[in-house]
């Protein structure tokens, strides 16, 4: 096996071809608001968190992130590694299949340590899915960031997105794409976890390193939104909805 350090420069035809489509569509169809680019590591091993509100998210956040000079590997749900065409995109891209609810778990979980551990960024939704809050908040999180943080010991970058939703509904089938949609796109300085750093990984650790990681993303949809966010986020199992599928919730009409 090669020992050699894979950097986060490499871009496959795969990766390059969406980047040849989106990134011309986003521009002709957003206006951006992006913040917080120094807090951006230019390199080294970095978990990045995000709020996910629209199917649109991926681009979005992955424009701002291509204009800071960086490479995303996704946590992606391994259904659509089944899609024609987008299988191949995915593969040649060397994103990571999540396969929801199965043993094979564990291995996204090894394959993004693996990532991080060779200096590149892996990108995680930590709420598993879109949001299930009527309101659009950031919901209560999955503790897959914080494993993979406190694992490889990589900092953890909280971006909040606020406007994607706009272009496209959550679970929308048909975009919005004018007139133009002001797309808020910033990150917030990494979440302080060293306290916990070294600690065994039980349910403990993990659930107060996943609520900060969360407290940290709610924050900046809060100053983007100029709102409240609710006191306690929603929890799906709680509220009796499905936490995977799609889900037919009040329609945002924000």
């Given at each position: 096996?090669?020992?050699r350090?894979e950097?986060?420069?490499?871009?496959?035809?795969?990766?390059?071809?969406?980047?040849?489509?989106c990134?011309?569509?986003?521009?002709?169809?957003?206006?951006?608001d992006?913040?917080?680019?120094?807090?951006?590591?230019?390199?080294?091993?970095l978990?990045?968190?995000?709020t996910?509100?629209?199917?649109?998210d991926?681009?979005?956040?992955?424009?701002?992130?291509?204009?800071?000079g960086?490479?995303?590997?996704?946590?992606?749900?391994?259904?659509?590694?089944?899609?024609?065409?987008?299988?191949?995109i995915?593969?040649?891209?060397?994103?990571i299949?999540?396969h929801?609810?199965?043993g094979?778990?564990?291995?996204a979980?090894?394959?993004?340590?693996?990532?991080v551990?060779?200096?590149?960024?892996?990108?995680?939704?930590?709420?598993?899915?879109?949001t299930?809050?009527?309101?659009?908040?950031?919901m209560?999180?999955?503790?897959?960031?914080?494993?993979?943080?406190?694992e490889?010991?990589?900092p953890?970058?909280p971006v909040g997105?606020?406007?994607?939703h706009?272009?496209l509904?959550r679970?929308?089938?048909?975009?919005?794409p004018?007139?133009r949609?002001?797309?808020?796109?910033?990150?917030?300085?990494?979440?302080?976890?060293?306290d916990?750093?070294?600690?065994?990984?039980?349910?403990?650790?993990?659930?107060?390193?996943?609520?900060?990681?969360?407290?940290a993303?709610t924050?900046?949809?809060?100053e983007?939104?100029?709102?409240?966010?609710p006191?306690?986020?929603?929890?799906?199992?709680?509220?009796?909805?499905?936490?995977?599928?799609?889900?037919?919730?009040?329609?945002?009409r924000?």
């Amino acid at each position: 096996m090669s020992t050699r350090r894979e950097t986060d420069t490499r871009l496959g035809w795969g990766y390059r071809l969406v980047l040849a489509v989106c990134i011309p569509l986003l521009r002709l169809t957003t206006r951006r608001d992006w913040r917080g680019a120094e807090n951006l590591p230019a390199e080294g091993g970095l978990v990045l968190v995000s709020t996910h509100a629209s199917e649109v998210d991926p681009l979005t956040l992955g424009h701002w992130v291509h204009a800071h000079g960086r490479v995303m590997r996704y946590l992606v749900k391994s259904s659509l590694f089944r899609v024609p065409l987008l299988g191949a995109i995915l593969r040649d891209a060397e994103q990571i299949p999540v396969h929801r609810g199965g043993g094979d778990a564990a291995e996204a979980f090894r394959s993004a340590v693996a990532a991080v551990r060779r200096g590149l960024m892996v990108v995680v939704f930590p709420e598993g899915t879109l949001t299930r809050d009527p309101d659009l908040w950031p919901m209560r999180g999955k503790t897959g960031a914080a494993r993979i943080a406190l694992e490889t010991g990589a900092p953890v970058v909280p971006v909040g997105q606020w406007g994607p939703h706009r272009l496209l509904p959550r679970y929308g089938r048909v975009p919005r794409p004018f007139p133009r949609k002001t797309v808020h796109v910033w990150a917030g300085p990494p979440v302080d976890l060293d306290d916990l750093r070294g600690r065994p990984l039980d349910q403990a650790v993990l659930t107060e390193a996943t609520d900060r990681i969360m407290r940290a993303l709610t924050a900046i949809v809060a100053e983007q939104r100029g709102e409240t966010p609710p006191t306690v986020p929603f929890d799906p199992k709680a509220a009796g909805v499905p936490e995977t599928g799609r889900w037919t919730g009040r329609e945002e009409r924000r």
